[in-house]
């Protein structure tokens, strides 16, 4: 079982940065696509940015492009989502999580994940 922990939210001003950082426990981190998912305040849990295994290939929602950058470091196990040009309804908390190659959640479940906060 892998065990996910999600830090660097915060409060930022509109058109600010933030980089979220996600560190996994066990040993096979680099075999496993990993994907950042955010859920606003009564909103559905929704996609946000995808990264294979290799670092290869990248994914993003159509709502990020542009803005975000999902990176991730094999040696440190962990998974980065550098937010630029943040927008308010950006305001999320956001989750990391193991997915398959299409980006759906497999191992593992839901962490506290991180608050981000955007003042318009």
């Known amino acids: 079982q892998v065990q996910l922990v999600e830090s660097g939210g915060g409060l930022v001003q509109a058109g600010g940065s933030l980089r979220l950082s996600c560190v996994a426990s066990?040993?096979?981190?680099?075999?496993?696509?990993m994907a950042w998912f955010r859920q606003a305040p009564g909103k559905e849990r929704e996609f946000v940015a995808g990264?294979?295994?290799?670092?290869?290939?990248?994914y993003y929602a159509d709502s990020v492009k542009g803005r975000f950058t999902i990176s991730r470091d094999n040696a440190k196990n962990t998974v980065y989502l550098q937010m630029n040009s943040l927008k308010a309804e950006d305001t999320a908390v956001y989750y990391c999580?193991?997915?398959?190659?299409?980006?759906?959640?497999?191992?593992?479940?839901w962490g506290q994940g991180t608050q981000v906060t955007v003042s318009s």
């Open positions: 999580r193991v997915t398959n190659s299409d980006y759906e959640v497999t191992l593992g479940s």
């Open positions: 990264i294979s295994w290799s670092g290869g290939s990248t």
């Open positions: 066990g040993r096979t981190f680099i075999e496993y696509t």
